[in-house]
């Protein structure tokens, strides 16, 4: 085999496992849930890795799957309840770092679902960002994972 064709199988088996990548932005470990076969609700979680440069923003996401998917994060209002709430301005995702997604944390809520999410299936998700563009990346849905933490 040429070095040529090497180099083209490695980084071919590179970009397969690691998931989406553009402009220096790599989705991996993304995963969908909703609980309940009548939800009308779900949300999604990944790892995001910046490997530029310069500091981006995941600023708007966009999907078939519902009527409305907002970035969400968790806070703790007044009377001490954590709560969910819209993030108009987006989640930093710094140069050569990492913005996790995760359950109780930052995540990725769809309200309003086109259909019911059946484990195994995917759905498609835009991710639009600040420098490095948009993204569009299949989810998997995965309604029996449990919360890992996403220690990476």
Do not use: C
Not at 88 to 115: C, E, I, N, Q, Y
């Amino acid at each position: 085999m040429t070095v040529f064709k090497t180099l083209a199988a490695v980084f071919g088996v590179l970009l397969m496992s690691s998931g989406a990548i553009a402009g220096g932005i790599m989705i991996d470990d993304a995963y969908a849930r909703s609980n309940g076969k009548m939800a009308k609700a779900g949300a999604a979680f990944m790892m995001i890795y910046n490997h530029s440069d310069t500091d981006d923003r995941l600023i708007s996401v966009s999907s078939e799957a519902a009527k409305m998917v907002q970035l969400h994060t968790h806070l703790k209002s007044d009377d001490g309840v954590m709560k969910m709430r819209h993030v108009p301005d987006g989640f930093l995702v710094p140069a050569h770092g990492m913005h996790m997604l995760s359950r109780g944390k930052d995540h990725l809520m769809f309200m309003g679902l086109t259909a019911r999410w059946q484990h195994g299936q995917s759905i498609p998700l835009t991710l639009v960002f600040e420098n490095a563009g948009i993204i569009n990346i299949q989810v998997e849905i995965d309604l029996e994972r449990k919360d890992k933490g996403h220690n990476h």
